[in-house]
C-alpha cells in the first residue's frame, strides 16, 4: 500500500459478540490518510457492524481502534464525529421535518458547540455565517437547487447525496459512506460515483460499504473484504474478483471455481 | 372591554403559555404529561410569597419561573435517561403527587385553597403570552432549536452529529416547566384564588392534546391548538344547550341531570384528537403548511412517492 | 390485630386493581402501548351496569334489565368500547418516519378517547355517586376476630382465576405464543407467519373484558359507582404495573397486591388524605429506583413509545 507510513485509521484484533453471537472476529486493516478504501463482502459479513464500531455506536468487545495513532475507543458517539470522523447511513437518515439547509447545518454542530453558538439565530434575521457556509456547501456540491426544502419531499438519489453532503459539513478527515448507490439507478450512480471523486480530490479519506462492484472498482483503488466476520482479503480492487476465497465467499465452495474464469460480477 | 372578554383574554393568556411549556420538551420528542403539576407549582409560589410575605407579583412572577425550571431541571436529569412510556408515567405521576402534597400542606391551605391578594388585569398575562410566544419563535430558530427537532426527528443520529441529547431534552424541558410555573403565577394573580383542584390530571391531558392537534413541528401550532380550543366552547356555546337537551334525551335520563358545559368541550377535543391522529398525526400546522403559505407564489414540487428499498 | 386486619383488608382492596393492572400491563407488554382508556373502560362498565339496570338501553330501546343482565350486559358493553378504540387507535395508524413522537399515536389517540367516553357519561348520567343497593351485599365472615367481606374474597378469588387463566392461555395456546412472539419481536413475530393485524384485537377483546370484570366487581363490592371511579383505581392500578414492573403479569399481580396493602396502611397511619401522594410517590421514586419494576425486564419502553 502506498504511503503506508501515514495510516489516518487502524484496526487491530477487533472483536465484536453479542451474547454467544460473534458479528466481526479479529478484524484487522489500516486506511491510509487519503485512501478510497472499499469495505466489502456478502450480507452479514459484518460490514455494519465495523461502520458502527467506529463511529461508537457499538463497542467492541475486544480490539483496538486507532485515529492517527491515537486510540477512539474512550470517545463517547457524540464525540467521534469531533475527531473528524462523519458517516453516512445504509437507509437515508436525514432528518425528515427539517429542510436541506438546516439538514446541512446539523452536520456543522460539532464546529459550534458553544452556548453562544447554540443561542444565536440561524435565520431570524438574515442569513447566520452558518446558513451562508451551508449554502456554499451544497453549492459547490452542485445541491443548490433546493436548500429551503423538506427533505421529505426530495427524490431519493438527492436525499442520498445530502447525506453525504451532511456528513461533509463536519469537515471530517474520515468520512464513512454506507452503501451510498443503493437503490440508485444507473445514471443517479454515475452522478454519485463523480461526487465521491471530488470529495476525495479535496482530501477527504474515504471506507465505502457497497454491494455495486462497478462503483467500487471505478471509486475505490483498495478493498477489504469480509466473510463471517472475518476479513479475507486486503489489497487492491482490480484482483479482488480473483481471490479464490473471495469467490466461494460469494458464490460457494461449488461454484467458486466453475465461475473463476468467467465471473466478471461478483455480488 | 366587558368583563366576559378581558376573561376570555387572560385564559387564552395562560393556555398560550401553557401550550409552550409543552411544546418545548415535545418538540424534543419527549411527552409531558404532568403540565398541570408544573402549572401547580407556579401557581401555589406565587399564592404562597404573595399572601404570606407581600410579595407583588413582579417579584412572584420570576419566582415561580425559577420554581418550575428547578424542579424541571431536577426531575428530567434523572428521568430522561428512560423514555417512552416511563417518562409519561413519571411526568403524570409527578403531577399527582405535587397536587396531593398542596392537598396535604396546611401552610398551603389544603383543600381550602388560598386566596392571593395581587390581582393582575388582562394586560400582564396577555403581555407575558406575547413575550413567551416570541421567545419560543426565536428559540426554534437558533441552533438549540435545530438541536431539539433532530432530538426528536432521529435521537442517534442527532447524537452521531455531535449533539448532546440528553442535554438538549432536559434543557428544553426544564425550559418547559419554567413557562409552565409562569403561567401557573398568572392564573394565581388573574383569578385571586388557587386551588389544587384546578391543576387536575384532566388539564395536562387537554394542554398536552391541544399542543400535539396544533402541530409541533413548528413554532406556530401550540399558538394555534391553545387558541383554537380556547375559542371553541365559546363559539360554541349558543349551540350547546340543544346538543344538551338532544343527548339527554337519548340516554333516556330525563331531566333530572346537569351536565357541565365543560364536558362538550372535552367530548369534542376528544373527537378531534382520535380523527386527527387517523388523518393529519402531525398534526394541523406542519413544516410544509408554513412553507407554502409563507412562498405561496414559488411552483410547488410534487411529493415523490419514497421508493422502498 | 387491626394491623393485620387493615394488610388483610389491603389485599381485598388490592385485588381490584390488580385486575386492572393485569389489563394495562398486557397491552404495554405486547403492543408497547400505554392504554389510557383501561380506567375508562372500568368505569365504564360499572356505570353501565347502573345504567342498563336502571334505564335500560339508550334512546328507551328497552326498560330496566333485572341485576344479573345488567351485570353480563355491562361487560358485553365494555369489550365492544375496547374493540372500538383498537380499531380507531391501531388499525387505522400507520406511521411514516418512526420519529420520536410517531409511537406516541396510539396512546394520544387513547386520551382522546378517554375524554369523549368519561365526559359523554358525564353528560349522559351527570357527575354525581350512584347507588346500586341491589345487587352489593355485605356478608361478613368472622375469622378469630378478624373480619373478611365475602364479596371481596370473591373478589381476591376471580382475579386470581383471571389471572391464573390468563397465564395459562398465553403458555399454551397457539394464540397466547403468536402474542408473546410479538411482544417478543413485533417484525420477527410478522416474518415468522404470526398475523399481529389479527392477534391485536385480541389484547384489547382481553382488555375489555379484564375492566369489564373490574368494574361490575368493585360495583358490588361498594355499592357505588360514579364516573369518577375510573380515574382512582387507573393511578393505582398504573403504580402497581410499574411497582410490579412493565409487562410482567404477575409483577402486575404483585405490584396491585402492595398498592392495596400501601394505601390501607397509609389510611391507618397517616388517613386518607395522604393516600394519593403515596401511591404515586411509590411509582415515581420506582421509576427513579428501578424502572424495570420488581418483575420485569428492561426492554420494554426503549425507542418506542
Known amino acids: 500500500m502506498s504511503g503506508s507510513s501515514d495510516v ?31 469495505l466489502i463482502g456478502p450480507n452479514g459479513a459484518g460490514k455494519t457492524t465495523i461502520f458502527n464500531l467506529i463511529s461508537g455506536f457499538y463497542e467492541p468487545t475486544a480490539g483496538k481502534i486507532e485515529l492517527e495513532g491515537r486510540s477512539i475507543l474512550d470517545y463517547p458517539s457524540r464525540k467521534r464525529i469531533g475527531l473528524g470522523i462523519a458517516r453516512s447511513f445504509q437507509n437515508i437518515r436525514l432528518m425528515p421535518h427539517l429542510s436541506v439547509v438546516e439538514n446541512v447545518m446539523l452536520g456543522q454542530q460539532v464546529h459550534a458547540n458553544s452556548v453562544l453558538d447554540m443561542l444565536k439565530p440561524l435565520s431570524l434575521f438574515g442569513r447566520s455565517r452558518w446558513r451562508a457556509e451551508a449554502e456554499a456547501l451544497l453549492e459547490e456540491m452542485g445541491l443548490d437547487t433546493y436548500p429551503g426544502e423538506v427533505v421529505a419531499t426530495l427524490p431519493y438519489g438527492v436525499r442520498k447525496k445530502i447525506e453525504v453532503v451532511r456528513a461533509l459539513a463536519a469537515r471530517p478527515k474520515l468520512l464513512l459512506l454506507d452503501e451510498p448507490a443503493a437503490g440508485l439507478n444507473g445514471a443517479e450512480t454515475q452522478s454519485l460515483t463523480e461526487f465521491l471523486k471530488g470529495i476525495s480530490r479535496s482530501g477527504v479519506t474515504l471506507l465505502v460499504v457497497e454491494h455495486d462492484m462497478g462503483l467500487v472498482r471505478e471509486l475505490c483503488d483498495t478493498a477489504v473484504v469480509l466473510n463471517f466476520g472475518k476479513k479475507i482479503y486486503e489489497g487492491s480492487t482490480a484482483h479482488v474478483q480473483e481471490d479464490p476465497l473471495v469467490l466461494e465467499a460469494y458464490l460457494g465452495p461449488n461454484h467458486a471455481k466453475a465461475a473463476k474464469s468467467g465471473a466478471s460480477h461478483v455480488a | 372591554m366587558s368583563g366576559y372578554w378581558t376573561g376570555i383574554l387572560t385564559i387564552l393568556a395562560i393556555n398560550v403559555i401553557m401550550a409552550y411549556a409543552i411544546f418545548l420538551p415535545v418538540a424534543t420528542g419527549q411527552l409531558n404529561l404532568g403540565g398541570a403539576g408544573f402549572q401547580a407549582l407556579g401557581a401555589y409560589t406565587a399564592a404562597y410569597f404573595s399572601a404570606n410575605y407581600g410579595l407583588t407579583v413582579w417579584l412572584t412572577l420570576p419566582l415561580s419561573i425559577l420554581v418550575g425550571g428547578a424542579v424541571g431541571i431536577a426531575i428530567a436529569l434523572p428521568l430522561l435517561r428512560t423514555k417512552g412510556v416511563y417518562l ?18 396546611e ?136 346538543f344538551k337537551s338532544w343527548i339527554v334525551l337519548a340516554f333516556g335520563a330525563g331531566g333530572n341531570v346537569s351536565p357541565p358545559d365543560e364536558s362538550w368541550r372535552f367530548v369534542i377535543l376528544g373527537l378531534l384528537t382520535v380523527l386527527m391522529m387517523i388523518f393529519r398525526p402531525e398534526g394541523l400546522i406542519t413544516r410544509t403548511l408554513v412553507d407554502r403559505l409563507c412562498s405561496p407564489f414559488t411552483p410547488r414540487r410534487r411529493v415523490l412517492r419514497e421508493v422502498a428499498v | 390485630m387491626l394491623l393485620i386486619q387493615q394488610l388483610l383488608n389491603g389485599v381485598m382492596l388490592g385485588s381490584v386493581y390488580v385486575t386492572v393492572a393485569v389489563a394495562f400491563t398486557l397491552t404495554i407488554g405486547v403492543l408497547n402501548f400505554l392504554n389510557f382508556t383501561i380506567p375508562t373502560l372500568f368505569m365504564l362498565s360499572g356505570m353501565g351496569a347502573w345504567a342498563l339496570a336502571k334505564w335500560g338501553l339508550p334512546f328507551g330501546l328497552t326498560g330496566p334489565f333485572p341485576w344479573p343482565l345488567a351485570l353480563g350486559g355491562a361487560v358485553v358493553m365494555t369489550i365492544a368500547a375496547s374493540l372500538v378504540v383498537e380499531r380507531f387507535t391501531f388499525r387505522y395508524m400507520k406511521a411514516k418516519y418512526g420519529d420520536a413522537t410517531e409511537h406516541a399515536i396510539p396512546l394520544v389517540s387513547s386520551l382522546g378517547f378517554l375524554l369523549i367516553i368519561e365526559n359523554l357519561i358525564r353528560i349522559g348520567y351527570g357527575t354525581d ?84 370484570l373490574a368494574g361490575i366487581l368493585f360495583a358490588i363490592n361498594y355499592g357505588e359507582v360514579s364516573p369518577g371511579m375510573g380515574e382512582e383505581i387507573g393511578s393505582k392500578a398504573i403504580a402497581g404495573m410499574v411497582i410490579g414492573g412493565l409487562g410482567s403479569i404477575w409483577g402486575a399481580v404483585l405490584g396491585g397486591l402492595i398498592i392495596g396493602i400501601a394505601e390501607m396502611l397509609t389510611v391507618h397511619f397517616f388517613g386518607a388524605d395522604t393516600v394519593q401522594v403515596v401511591v404515586w410517590g411509590l411509582l415515581l421514586a420506582a421509576l427513579f429506583v428501578r424502572p424495570q419494576g420488581l418483575l420485569g425486564h428492561h426492554s420494554i419502553g426503549k425507542g418506542k413509545l
Open chain 1, 8 to 38: 489516518l485509521l487502524s484496526l487491530s484484533g477487533v472483536w465484536k459478540k453479542f451474547g454467544g453471537l460473534t458479528v466481526t472476529s479479529d478484524v484487522s486493516f489500516d486506511v491510509p490518510r487519503g485512501a478510497r478504501m472499499a
Open chain 3, 129 to 212: 355517586p350512584q347507588r346500586m343497593d341491589a345487587i352489593s351485599w355485605d356478608t361478613t365472615i368472622n375469622l378469630d376476630g378478624l373480619l373478611l367481606r365475602a364479596p371481596q374474597l370473591i373478589s381476591l378469588a376471580v382475579a386470581l382465576a383471571i389471572v391464573a387463566g390468563l397465564t395459562w392461555v398465553l403458555k399454551h395456546s397457539r394464540i397466547g405464543r403468536g402474542l408473546r412472539a410479538i411482544a417478543e419481536n413485533p417484525d420477527a413475530a410478522n416474518i415468522l407467519g404470526v398475523d399481529s393485524k389479527r392477534l391485536v384485537p385480541v389484547i384489547f377483546m382481553l382488555t375489555g373484558l379484564l375492566c369489564g
Open chain 2, 88 to 105: 409519561v408515567l413519571a411526568t403524570f405521576a409527578l403531577a399527582e403527587v405535587i397536587g396531593g402534597a398542596i392537598l396535604n400542606t
Open chain 2, 107 to 242: 401552610a398551603l391551605g389544603g383543600a381550602m385553597g388560598l386566596s392571593v391578594p395581587d390581582y393582575v388585569d388582562y394586560p400582564v398575562p396577555m403581555g407575558a403570552a406575547v413575550l413567551v410566544t416570541l421567545f419560543c419563535f426565536y428559540l426554534m430558530a437558533t441552533r438549540f432549536g435545530l438541536a431539539m427537532r433532530a432530538a426528536h426527528d432521529d435521537e442517534v443520529v442527532t447524537d452521531l452529529l455531535g449533539v448532546s441529547v440528553r442535554g438538549v431534552r432536559v434543557a428544553a424541558f426544564a425550559i418547559g416547566a419554567a413557562l409552565a410555573g409562569l403561567a401557573g403565577a398568572l392564573y394565581a394573580h388573574s383569578y385571586s384564588f388557587v386551588e389544587s383542584q384546578s391543576f387536575n390530571a384532566t388539564l395536562s391531558i387537554y394542554v398536552l392534546l391541544y399542543v400535539l392537534l396544533g402541530g409541533t413541528q413548528t413554532a406556530l401550532g401550540p399558538l394555534f391548538g391553545a387558541v383554537f380550543f380556547t375559542l371553541l366552547p365559546e363559539v360554541l356555546r349558543s349551540i350547546l344547550p340543544e
